[in-house]
């Protein structure tokens, strides 16, 4: 997960990203689309690449990369679980959530009967 988080702290990494999230390209085409050296994106790309998060195919003279997701489920599960309600707060949400659905049952149910005797 640190080499993941780390080759996700870079800018110019999470733009590659999202561009080969899109369609797969090729390093040239990545290339071009950067402000900076041919040499400095082929650097970006070699981080990505093993952290995990791009997968190169060779086709002819050129490499082709694509976006490969999973090394992103370990760190959505830490995000997950560092968003999550501390200790018993997110059973006292439940808990709250049970008593409001309780009471709205029995205000029906009394509404419904009380409906029911003015009728007769």
């Known amino acids: 997960m640190d080499e993941v988080v780390a080759a996700l702290a870079d800018p110019v990494r999470r733009d590659i990203l999202l ?8 390093a ?3 290339a071009d689309r950067f402000a900076i050296s041919r040499p400095a994106v082929s650097r970006h ?3 990505l690449r093993e952290a995990g998060l791009v997968r190169d195919t060779v086709d002819g003279r050129r490499r082709v990369y694509t976006l490969v997701t999973a090394p992103l489920d370990e760190l959505a599960g830490w995000l997950a ?11 006292l949400d439940a808990l709250e959530t049970e008593v409001h659905r309780t009471r709205r049952e029995r205000q029906r149910a ?3 009967s009380i409906a029911q005797e003015e009728i007769a």
């Open 19 to 26: 561009m080969v999230r899109a369609q797969p390209l090729a």
């Open 28 to 30: 040239g085409q990545i």
């Open 45 to 47: 790309l070699r981080v």
């Open 81 to 91: 679980r560092l968003t999550r309600p501390v200790g018993w707060q997110h059973r």
């Open 110 to 112: 009394a509404g419904g």
